[in-house]
């Protein structure tokens, strides 16, 4: 059996490291609003190790009240792609995962003047998400524009590396597809060879964007500064692939 198709929960999660920023510039009074007004209903329960001491493993229909297709972001940014899949897909769920502050609070901004409903916000690591989700509960998942940590030294930092991906392809459905979005060369080499390792098989890669795609603040940051964005799709392997 490979690892990226292991079933088992661990009771006892090893203590992780974080790299990255958790809070940024002063929260605007608004945003100080949204986060103490909206955060609170619109996080999924039993994630953290606070509230879930054991790792039991959660229901995900407990996230939006039915057996609707769940979707995940992985470091939704702003939020804005998170908001404009919602509205465009009102009969999925989608979780976003962002230890950024000010970005959950930017997000949830958007979410109030969009008045999408089918939104779900863990403002925390989405490994602590990963380890309590059922097998094969996500039917599609996106990583977009994620931290490119250039040094070589901090490659290991990035999310397409094995410590995510196989909890990844683990939640995600035979079949599911995983998007991913970057504008550095070096990021896309890295996750052209780990997610198929994975348990994935790469559909497309290429500098032409999905269909119903958002661009992002990172990525028009990304073109003015003259980098070229390019866009991966992969699917998770069946499980007659993975045995097989």
């Not at 090893?14 to 605007?28: A, D, E, Q, S, V």
């Not at 100080?32 to 001491?53: A, C, W």
């Not at 008045?115 to 039917?139: C, K």
Request: glycine residues 10%; positive net charge.
């Amino acid at each position: 059996m490979s690892d990226s198709s292991k079933s088992a929960f661990d009771p006892n999660p090893p203590r992780r490291n974080f790299y990255g920023r958790r809070h940024g510039k002063t929260l605007r009074q608004s945003q100080k609003g949204y986060l103490s007004e909206d955060l609170g209903d619109l996080r999924p329960r039993g994630i953290t190790v606070q509230d879930n001491p054991d790792r039991r493993p959660i229901d995900p229909r407990a996230i939006f009240g039915d057996d609707r297709p769940v979707w995940l972001e992985v470091g939704f940014g702003g939020g804005e792609h998170m908001v404009h899949m919602a509205a465009r897909y009102p009969g999925i769920g989608i979780v976003g995962c962002e230890p950024f502050i000010n970005g959950v609070a930017m997000l949830l901004g958007k979410i109030r003047n969009a008045g999408v409903t089918n939104v779900s916000v863990h403002p925390g690591d989405a490994r602590d998400l990963m380890d309590v989700l059922p097998d094969a509960s996500i039917s599609r998942a996106f990583l977009n524009y994620p931290d490119p940590w250039p040094k070589a030294r901090h490659h290991r930092r990035r999310f397409v590396t094995p410590e995510h991906l196989i909890p990844l392809a683990r939640v995600m459905k035979p079949g599911a597809e995983f998007r991913v979005a970057t504008d550095i060369p070096d990021y896309m080499r890295q996750t052209l060879e780990e997610v198929p390792r994975a348990g994935f098989d790469l559909v497309a890669e290429t500098p032409l964007a999905w269909e119903d795609w958002l661009s992002t603040r990172y990525e028009q940051k990304a073109l003015r500064e003259g980098r070229v964005p390019h866009y991966a799709t992969f699917r998770r392997k069946g499980r007659d692939d993975v045995f097989g």
